[in-house]
């Protein structure tokens, strides 16, 4: 009993000394904040004092440099319409596509499976140009691009789970004189909630952090949260610290506050996404 | 079955609503740019519209690009060495959590979280304090190439334990009670237990891991930008920042660009193919 215990308290320890190690950085960024920008590369790991404090002014002017709160709005617009349109849409089809069998469905199911394994590189400059063509470099038509690369994974993860459901529950509701929309909308839809949230919680992680997909599209008018702070490296490598450690610190709050207020469905998610993806 | 077969002829109508618009948004951004960029590789272009075939010229040109070898030898060496250190530590966490102590939930809060955090941010919280330990050695990052090697495997270790940490307790708590409890009574060691019960018993979770931790380490782009951006010179470009500095560094190498991103698609879709493979065997084996 003695010997656990004290076993006990070496796991303890060791995982508080592994948990801190893991949050310094972040701290580390937060406490470097406050701090006057040539100090901050000379010193990274001490306090401010009363020499090297300087309040809020890194991130006075970095949110002035960047733009930031225009940013934030950015990213926060078309990472929720994106996910939005993705979950219904995708939802939509992927009942379609596993409900209506035949040679048709069963290749678009393929083509969409096949299209979770395509990097971005590979059609990174043909897809930027079409979009230019059609006219999609704008906020409204990035929310269309990124449907069409979200939709590999989300139909994969939905149809997987609406062969779960069996079929009696739509064709009582069918008989009873409902047409398929009503039936989708009234019945289906509820059921796939669960998935539903593990594929928002995926799309919302992707699209938020996204950087190379809006750079090219939108970049050169609009910018979201991580081209605003990529924006920050001048052109020949020059980097304002202090307004960096603002914006860095920033960046990650929203992540942060939405990580503690959904951490269940994020952890829940993540795991049923990697299990099935 | 006679069911499914109204259920089918009902929904069927509603093609135009239900699979429409995401087929037509897909074929556009996905499919079309897809087919379009295989097209491109083999020819000389500089917008989409002014292309020339040439067959295989790009691809000679890429590989006998020294850039695009040293991304691909880095890439390489850089991904074998990031999944053996992430999931060695990873799946270490989960056994030390899995033991139903106190303050595991919090500790497994504060592990997961660097995964959510953007590439781009992570490279510069790295940036910071990975050139304030190097400053004791009147060194930075950007010296030699050695430093972003291990920096980045630094970075990516942050980033993806906790995700893999995950996993892998959750393919522990599968692993019954019962099965380690009659290994004890049969003598087993700890450690007897672990090679011969709870290994075997995750495997599933690890080839899922190893191949999550592959394919993230294999494409990896914004740490690699944000962390050395290439430097010192581009001995530290990754495959996809390699491809991503032919494409937009310089005017007129977009068919070399295009081809470089053909054999990234090609090596990526082969370690799918491969975990596909994996996974098909053991579930014929169980």
């Not at chain 1, 580390?28 to 306090?47: A, E, Q, R």
């Not at chain 2, 450690?191 to 709870?198: A, D, K, Q």
């Not at chain 2, 977009?254 to 879709?269: C, H, N, P, T, Y």
Request: one cysteine or more.
């Amino acid at each position: 009993m003695q010997k656990t215990r004290g076993r006990d308290a070496v796991l303890f320890v060791v995982l508080l000394v592994l948990a801190v190690l893991f949050l310094s950085p972040i701290l580390i960024v937060l406490m470097n904040s406050f701090k006057g920008k040539f100090f901050i590369s000379d010193t990274p790991f001490y306090f401010p004092d009363g020499q090297t404090f300087i309040g809020f002014k890194n991130y006075t002017e970095g949110v002035a440099k960047t733009g930031f709160f225009n940013a934030f709005g950015m990213s926060l617009f078309i990472t929720v319409c994106s996910v939005a349109v993705i979950v219904l849409l995708t939802a939509m089809t992927a009942w379609y596509i596993t409900r209506v069998k035949s040679t048709f469905t069963r290749l678009l199911y393929y083509i969409f499976v096949f299209s979770m394994i395509v990097p971005f590189q590979m059609v990174m400059f043909t897809m930027t140009k079409t979009a230019n063509i059609l006219h999609l470099d704008n906020p409204l038509g990035i929310i269309l691009i990124y449907l069409g690369f979200g939709a590999g994974l989300s139909v994969f993860l939905f149809s997987g789970f609406v062969k779960s459901i069996p079929l009696e529950i739509e064709e009582a509701d069918l008989i009873d004189g409902c047409n398929p929309v009503q039936s989708f909308f009234r019945v289906v839809l509820p059921i796939l909630k669960p998935i539903a949230i593990t594929v928002a919680i995926l799309n919302v992680m992707w699209i938020w952090n996204d950087y190379l997909l809006p750079l090219l599209v939108i970049g050169t008018e609009y910018r979201t949260i991580p081209i605003a702070v990529q924006y920050l490296k001048g052109g020949y490598g020059s980097i304002d610290m202090g307004a960096m450690m603002a914006m860095l610190v920033l960046a990650i709050l929203p992540i942060i506050i939405f990580y503690l207020l959904c951490q269940k469905y994020i952890i829940e998610g993540v795991v049923a996404g990697a299990v099935k993806g | 079955m006679s069911g499914g077969i109204f259920l089918t002829k009902s929904i069927k109508k509603y093609f135009a609503l239900f699979a429409l618009p995401t087929i037509l948004v897909f074929t556009v951004i996905f499919i079309i740019p897809f087919l379009l960029g295989v097209y491109l590789s083999f020819t000389e272009f500089t917008t989409v519209t002014d292309a020339k075939w040439i067959g295989f010229g790009n691809y000679v040109k890429a590989f006998s690009n020294k850039d695009f070898l040293n991304a691909l030898w880095f890439t390489l060496q850089f991904t074998v060495v990031a999944v053996i250190t992430v999931n060695v530590f990873a799946f270490l966490l989960a056994l030390m959590l899995t033991r139903g102590k106190k303050g595991t939930n919090l500790f497994r809060t504060i592990f997961f979280m660097p995964n959510l955090i953007g590439g781009i941010v992570l490279g510069y919280i790295w940036q910071l304090i990975l050139n304030g330990v190097l400053m004791k050695f009147e060194v930075t990052l950007t010296v030699s190439a050695k430093y972003g090697f291990w920096g980045l495997i630094i970075l990516m270790n942050w980033q993806l334990i906790g995700y893999m940490m995950i996993i892998y307790i959750a393919g522990i708590q599968n692993v019954s009670k019962d099965v380690i409890e009659a290994a004890k009574i049969d003598g087993c060691t700890r450690f007897g237990i672990l090679r011969n019960v709870t290994i075997p018993l995750v495997m599933p979770s690890i080839t899922i891991c190893l191949f999550l931790t592959l394919s993230n380490s294999f494409k990896l782009f914004d740490q690699n930008l944000a962390l050395t951006a290439g430097a010192p010179s581009k001995e530290t470009s990754m495959l996809a920042l390699d491809i991503y500095n032919t494409f937009y560094g310089s005017v007129g190498y977009e068919g070399v660009g295009q081809a470089k991103a053909v054999v990234f698609f090609v090596l990526v879709a082969l370690i799918a193919l491969i975990q596909l493979a994996a996974t098909r065997r053991r579930e014929v084996e169980n």
